[in-house]
């Protein structure tokens, strides 16, 4: 614990500084250009770090926070420079390296500027060598010109800013005592800079943007099957919010990748379960907002076809529509009351002129009766959207009572708090996995979970 007297500046500037990380990096950046993108909010806050490059800092800060704490105990000088190296090599150690498709640009599988597609990848050890995960990175969405122009100045639109190293943490960290399932792994993590969830092919001859997420994750899985993971014993397709779409989206096409192998296939998705809900103002915010998205990017082509053989294609985008017919085996990961499905689908600005929710989406404890009511209504359509899934074995469940959104890769959550009957995340997680036990954990309504980390 972090101590404020002696040495106790490092632990002053993480206590100061990091309650930027209560919000996951994909709050940060949704789809409206009314908000900052977590490039620009954290050169406005603490100077110019890069969001993955702002960790490892946080990272470094908590290091010393336990160095100041040794060295007040040991009260020697020489010890504190020594440690203070070890604190700093563990973070370095912690970077993974950026991998660019440069190959894959003459098949279009590019950024929305043209940009080569990109990847991070930490190699597996011993007993997890010849097992794989593949994580789908978030980042929200852009459903026109203005917005995916926007974009393209940022790392969600442009390799050419993305951070050249990143940090794997929760489900992608390499610490067997944060991770134990998956921590000696190969990790992956493809990096978003297409808009559309991984699933759109098309190009705007008006603005020269380039929508080819599908050609993007297509090329990358090839790609990696080529390093090695066509050899995997086990594979695990994961992704948090719009990278949780992803995941539910491309699951079976995962799965058949591996066709005619003894590879154990499975996804799991985190923040990815979008409902097609009602606003506050009668509307369906979301709903407009992927109909515009799945119009511009050529979405369509792509969606599970048991799904557009019945309906309208953007209603094939929303996973509540999907994942009944997902034959390889899922695991749903989701906040009952997921905090960005709140404040920019129940709530969003254009729904609520007069500000009536302005508070509540903010601060749950801001709430009225009616506005409670309205949330577990929302609640209670996520579990209804999750019934007649959970009837398979081999699917998996973890739907808390927070106000949270994304929480496998972040460690505090991915294996700490929230739990449910006393079973962490990681462990539901794995255990569902490894078939250890069949996990269908949906949490008491909000307010009797009190071990949830929320961010509202």
Known sequence: MCSYIGASLPCYALVKYTSFWDFPIDRLDLASSTHQSIDTMVKTRIGAFGPWALLALVLLIAGSCVQAADEQAANGGG????????SAAAVADMMVPITFLNASVEKGAVCMDGTPAAYHLDRGSGAGNK???VNLEGGGWCNNARTCRFR?????????????????TGIMSASSAENPDFYNWNRVKIRYCDSASFAGDAFDKGTGLYFRGQRIWEEAIRHLLSIGMASADRALLT????????????????????????????CLADAGLFLDAVDVSGGRSLRSYYGDIVAMQGVAPHLPPTCTDHLDATSCFFPQNIIDNIKTPIFLLNAAYDVWQIEESLAPSKADPSRAWRACKFNRSACNASQINFLQDF??????????????????????SCFAHCQSELPATWNGTPTIQNKRIAKSVGDWYFGRAEVKAIDCPYPCDNTCRNII
């Open 79 to 86: 010890r504190r420079r020594r440690t203070h190296r070890r």
């Open 131 to 133: 097992s794989w995960i």
């Open 152 to 168: 393209t100045r940022t790392h969600h639109g442009s390799s050419n800013f993305m951070e050249r190293q990143i940090i794997f």
């Open 239 to 266: 992704g948090c919010s719009a990278g949780g779409l992803a995941a539910i989206l491309h699951c079976d096409q995962f799965g058949a990748f591996f066709a005619g192998r003894s590879t154990t296939v499975k």
């Open 379 to 400: 609640r209670e359509q996520m579990v209804a959207s999750v019934r007649g899934f959970s009837g398979s074995k081999s699917n998996g469940l973890f739907i808390n």
